[in-house]
C-alpha cells in the first residue's frame, strides 16, 4: 500500500478524532501493552470517548473474562453516542 508501519501515529491521527471512540483493553495483555489504550485515550479528541480496562484478561480475552462489564462499557459507550 506504499506506506510502513512505523510511519503510523496512532496519537497523533487520534488526536484530530471527532468521531465516538470506545477503546477495550485488558489489563493483562502480554501481546500490547496496556498503556498504548491508556495512552491513546488520552490523546483521543472525541467528546465521546470511553476505554474499559478488563480486570484479568489478556490480548482479546476482554469479553469471555469480564462480559458484564464489557456489556456495561458497551451499553454506557451507546448512551453517550446517542446524546
Given at each position: 500500500?506504499?506506506?510502513?508501519?512505523?510511519?503510523?501515529?496512532?496519537?497523533?491521527?487520534?488526536?484530530?478524532?471527532?468521531?465516538?471512540?470506545?477503546?477495550?483493553?485488558g489489563r493483562n495483555d502480554r501481546l500490547v501493552q496496556t498503556e498504548m489504550s491508556i495512552r491513546n485515550f488520552t490523546c483521543c479528541a472525541s467528546a465521546q470517548k470511553q476505554l474499559f480496562l478488563a480486570e484479568g484478561a489478556g490480548h482479546a480475552e476482554s469479553f469471555r473474562i469480564e462480559p458484564n462489564g464489557y456489556r456495561a462499557a458497551l451499553t454506557a459507550f451507546w448512551k453517550q453516542c446517542e446524546s
Open positions: 500500500a506504499g506506506y510502513r508501519i512505523r510511519d503510523f501515529h496512532t496519537c497523533a491521527i487520534l488526536a484530530q478524532e471527532k468521531r465516538p471512540v470506545l477503546l477495550i483493553h
